[in-house]
């Protein structure tokens, strides 16, 4: 069992930057691919940013690249998403997600592959 708590989330300006983390407990944090969705009132899940358990393989959605950059801490078993360059169309709840097996490339960004799934943290972005 893996658990996931995000935070980070809340109010920022169009162009402003926020820095959403994703604490992990149980399993051994670093074998896992560890992915950010998000989800928009009315709208899908969708892929954010992932990287694979070694790190060595990221990824990004169209929409957040350049913006947004994955890293993590293993020995703080966390990962990040620094989100910057903000625009309205950010807002949305962010959910962190921990999956196992061997995870990169473009499967990265399907939902499907992730066990694992915090509670979300709200970012809003004012224009």
């Known amino acids: 069992q893996v658990q996931l708590v995000e935070s980070g989330g809340g109010l920022a300006q169009a162009g402003g930057s926020l820095r959403l983390s994703c604490a992990a407990s149980?399993?051994?944090?670093?074998?896992?691919?560890m992915g950010w969705f998000r989800q928009a009132p009315g709208k899908e899940r969708e892929f954010v940013a992932a990287?694979?358990?070694?790190?060595?393989?990221?990824l990004s959605a169209d929409s957040v690249k350049g913006r947004f950059t994955i890293s993590s801490d293993n020995a703080k078993n966390t990962v990040y998403l620094q989100m910057n360059s903000l625009k309205p169309e950010d807002t949305a709840v962010y959910y962190c997600?921990?999956?196992?097996?061997?995870?990169?490339?473009?499967?990265?960004?399907?939902?499907?592959?992730?066990?694992?799934w915090g509670q979300g943290t709200q970012v809003t972005v004012s224009s």
């Open positions: 997600a921990a999956g196992s097996g061997t995870l990169y490339g473009s499967r990265l960004a399907e939902k499907g592959v992730y066990e694992y």
């Open positions: 990287r694979n358990w070694s790190g060595r393989s990221t």
């Open positions: 149980g399993r051994t944090f670093s074998s896992y691919a």
